[in-house]
């Protein structure tokens, strides 16, 4: 079983910058592909970008292209999410998780974290 703590949400104004991290726990970090969600109030979970287990491959939603870059440090058994250029559409809370396979669609990822929220005020 795999556990994922999520942190670095909080309160920014639009244009701003934030670096959301995900801790996990396990020996095999490394195997996993890991994506990054959120959620808005009354929405659905969508899907904002996933990255190889060795980190070469990344993919992102077109809606955080160029401003979003997602990496990790197996070595550190943590993935990041750099976020600038923050609007406040971007509000909602941030999730991340395990992927099964490669895709973008939630039902693929297994473990999830708690959330953390990010507020992007106008």
């Known amino acids: 079983q795999v556990q994922l703590v999520e942190s670095g949400g909080g309160l920014v104004q639009a244009g701003g910058s934030l670096r959301l991290s995900c801790a996990a726990s396990g020996r095999t970090f490394s195997s996993y592909a890991m994506g990054w969600f959120r959620q808005a109030p009354g929405k659905e979970r969508e899907f904002v970008a996933r990255?190889?287990?060795?980190?070469?491959?990344?993919y992102y939603a077109d809606f955080v292209k160029g401003r979003f870059t997602i990496s990790r440090d197996n070595a550190r058994n943590t993935v990041y999410l750099q976020m600038n250029s923050l609007k406040p559409e971007d509000t909602a809370v941030y999730y991340c998780?395990?992927?099964?396979?490669?895709?973008?669609?939630?039902?693929?990822?297994?473990?999830w974290g708690q959330g953390t929220q990010v507020t992007v005020s106008s």
């Open positions: 990255i190889s287990g060795t980190g070469g491959i990344t």
């Open positions: 998780a395990t992927a099964i396979g490669p895709s973008n669609n939630y039902r693929s990822y297994a473990y």
